[in-house]
């Protein structure tokens, strides 16, 4: 019965898949991202800052449409956690995030995993962009989970729903920290 009843909400809530198509970047979200970037550092070079803020705000569109998402976040995960999906928890965008901004091969910053709430049922993970070699609490917040894929950033000690630490050593591990 109890399966019925989870088959049955998904197809109620079929209707809440994100439309990948009606996702897109906006020139003034691109330019904002790259000035947000900019104010990490005196060594951040404009050309690198606005590249990571176009992949920043367009791969969470490929992702979306990978993981077939459905909005909102916690109805996606609910599926996810019943076996009806396969991706798209918090900590599977964060990686796959990390590997195509590390990818990018960017001198200007360093990539750091971000964690909120850890250990509880609400916990939350994300991607944090600092300067190359800056500290976690300077950085900013990439987290395309929240918001179903349209790209949501912070400064890591503005944002109003979580409060982020580091995760070291999953820093060290995805990101671009070494020490």
Known sequence: MR???IIACAVFFAGCSAKVEGLHVEPQNVAQLTSDLQALGDNVEYSEARLFAYEALSYPQTLAERYGLVYPPTLHNLLINTGLKERGLCYQWSEDMMAHLKGLHLQSFDLRWG???KGELNEHNSVVV???GGAFQTGILIDPWR???VLYWAKVSDDPEYRWVENLSRSKYFGTVTQ
């Open 3 to 5: 399966f019925f009843w």
């Open 115 to 117: 964690v909120a709430n």
């Open 147 to 149: 918001h179903s894929g």
């Open 130 to 132: 600092v300067a190359k």
